[in-house]
């Protein structure tokens, strides 16, 4: 069984969830995912998406989307929007350098997320003269399982090479991400312990969702033992204070809520963040089904989509139906992250479920 909520947390839950209204009412866009690429350098084996070499999908040029960033910049503070470049593999893209100068530019903070296959020394230091803010580099445990989820036997000795590369760094935001499995999941203590001799200061976890490549390999998944098992790991290590350690923001925790994330769970996806897709696609979370996009940029404009069409991410309401019809902590969750529901809205996983069977 998992953590009781304690009555001082359901007060602290009850005062987050009146912010959280508010915060819903503004709608202030803070993070803007550009899904720059579907082209991807790994097939690894968790994959949401099923990310190819040759996706099939061209990749969209750099000015179309500059082009959208120039019709947002009169209705929002460039400064207080994040713009961050996904696929696929961001950086098989040649020309991310010049596009993020441009955004350097305009005053937007920018940032990367990638498996590090490509990050050499002369790659980074172009992107840093770029302006770039921040980069994530997937790391998931040590050799033998990095690389057997990774389905690529040079993928760790790369991606620790960047790691390697950005703790000399001081004037960028950067973490380790890391996809807990059943490969890696009895070495999360070694791992934790050799990250923080490495000189890592964040780190993050998350767990398979049953999407794209991911649903081919149930194998991977965790127990129901096994996530509570993990939720105590991360808040034993949040409390031991070596390295900053947060669980990804996949659903609502019960009692473990406040002391496995720096704040209690919410899903900004819609609220504070959207994303636009590789075929000018306008969603929230890159990883929301297709079901779920508002609209395309080469036929809308993005602001008018943002203020007007995302009305199922803040209003969750028509999500209180099958297992969450009657669930008391639906006025903290409501309905767990838009990620984990597929096309037809109906849940897919619900953790605070498998912390309380």
């Not at 009146?18 to 899904?35: G, N, T």
Request: proline share 3%; with cysteine.
């Amino acid at each position: 069984m998992g953590k009781v909520i304690s009555l001082r947390k359901r007060i602290a839950l009850e005062i987050f969830r009146r912010w959280r209204k508010q915060k819903v009412q503004r709608h202030e866009m803070r993070v803007l995912f550009w899904e720059c690429t579907l082209r991807c350098n790994l097939s690894c084996m968790h994959c949401g998406s099923d990310c190819r070499t040759d996706s099939g999908t061209t990749d969209m040029p750099a000015s179309d989307f500059l082009k959208v960033i120039d019709s947002i910049s009169p209705h929002i503070n460039p400064n207080k929007v994040m713009v961050i470049f996904t696929g696929g593999e961001a950086l098989v893209r040649t020309d991310l350098e010049a596009c993020g100068l441009e955004l350097y530019r305009r005053g937007y903070p920018w940032g990367i997320v990638s498996n590090g296959m490509l990050l050499t020394r002369r790659r980074l230091d172009a992107l840093l003269a770029a302006g770039m803010h921040s980069i994530t580099i997937s790391l998931d445990g040590f050799e033998e399982a990095h690389n057997q989820l990774r389905r690529n036997p040079q993928s760790y000795a790369r991606a620790l090479a960047a790691v390697d590369m950005l703790v000399g760094e001081k004037e960028i935001v950067w973490d380790i991400v890391t996809c807990v499995n059943q490969m890696n999941l009895a070495d999360l203590p070694a791992f934790r312990d050799f990250l923080i001799a490495r000189g890592v200061a964040r780190w993050r976890l998350f767990t398979i969702f049953p999407v794209g490549r991911a649903a081919s390999f149930p194998e991977l998944q965790l127990t129901n033992d096994e996530f509570t098992g993990l939720l105590n790991f991360i808040r034993q290590t949040r409390q031991e204070g070596k390295i900053n350690l947060n669980y990804g923001c996949e659903g609502f925790l019960g009692g473990y809520e406040g002391e496995v994330r720096d704040s209690f769970y919410q899903c900004n996806a819609g609220v504070s963040v959207a994303s636009i897709l590789a075929d000018g696609s306008i969603s929230a979370c890159p990883s929301i089904r297709a079901n779920y996009r508002q609209g395309n940029i080469y036929a809308d404009s993005l602001i008018d989509v943002w203020e007007n069409r995302f009305q199922a991410y803040r209003d969750r309401s028509w999500a209180r139906r099958d297992q969450c019809a009657n669930c008391k902590q639906f006025r903290y969750c409501e309905g767990n992250g838009m990620h984990l529901r597929d096309d037809n809205g109906n849940l897919l996983v619900c953790h605070y479920r498998r912390i309380t069977h």
